[in-house]
Every structure is written in structure tokens, then in C-alpha cells.
């Protein structure tokens, strides 16, 4: 019996691509820095030149090796290639709609836009630090946050010395913005 057109778990382009993608606000634009553009830019050509080339090579020969029932490089390679197929997708579509928002323009200000590194501290005293940036780039492990987040949504347009209210789960918060930084421009 062919195999041609049975459909294998993960098949789906956008089962998993829309389970991780983060999700942006209806009607909201993906901002992002430049560097983490570049990056995101960098990611695809290499999946594109590098990679997807490397594991598609590897498919081929494992195809020529006879049953490929049983043949594990050619069942993980082709499981890489849907990985990878999905991730240039993701990406693509990501890089398509992104809108590159140079933080290093409000260099100087003290009101806290997208790119901006905010100090601020709880009613407890505890003072925390976060950078704002885009969905696909805000890594938390290094104090980075996604502007859709509500710490930053409650930060935004805010200036040195305001308070704010942040809704977190224990309940309504104030925290008052102590300091706010842009990199420098060039």
C-alpha cells in the first residue's frame, strides 16, 4: 500500500506554529528592534542556506538506501525538515509583518516607549529592571519583556517618577518608575 497521501502526526503546518507563536493583539503591529530583527533575519537565511540544504542532502541519501520504513535517518531527517519548514514559515511570516522601531530615537526622554529599559520599584521596595521589546525577542531570563505584557503595557507612556497600577495575580500593585533609559543612537 502507498503511503503518498497519508497524512503523519505534525503534518499540519499550523498546528504547532500557532500553539508557539506568541500572540499579538488583534489589530496590533509586531514591533521589534533592529537587532532583534537582524536576528530574526539571520535565524531564517541560515535555516534557508545552511540547515535545511545539510538535512535535506541527508534525506536524500537515506531515501536511496533502501526501506525507508524502517530507516532511521530518513524518518528523523524527513521530521527535521517539517521543523524546519515550520520555523522558516513561522518566521517568514513574522519578518513580513514586523515594524522596526528604533528605541535609540527617545534616547534621553524619561517617558518609557517601546525599547525603553525601566527601573521601577514595588510598594515592598524591591527595585526590578526590565528592557521592552518585541513578541518574537523579549527573553525573560535576561530581563526582557514583550510590550503586550502588562507590566509594560502598564509602563507605557509613563515618565520618571509616576506611579502606576499593575494587575498581577495577588491582586492590584503600585509601582513607581525610577529610572528610564534608551541605548544611545549610531
Known sequence: MSKAFVKEAGDDEDDDTAASLPAL????RNYITPAG???????????????????????SWAAKNGDRSENGDYIYGKKRLREIDRRIRFLSKRLDI?????????????QVFFGATVTYATARGEERTITIKGIDEADSLRGEVSWVSPVARALLKAREGDEVQLLTPGGMERIEIVRVRYPAPG
Do not use: F, I, Q
Open 98 to 110: 514586523a515594524e522596526v522601531a528604533d528605541p535609540s530615537a527617545h534616547h534621553g526622554r524619561d
Open 25 to 28: 493583539p488583534a489589530g496590533a
Open 37 to 59: 530583527y537582524r536576528r530574526l533575519r539571520e535565524e531564517l537565511m541560515s535555516l534557508l542556506d545552511e540547515e535545511r540544504p545539510k538535512v535535506v542532502e541527508a534525506v
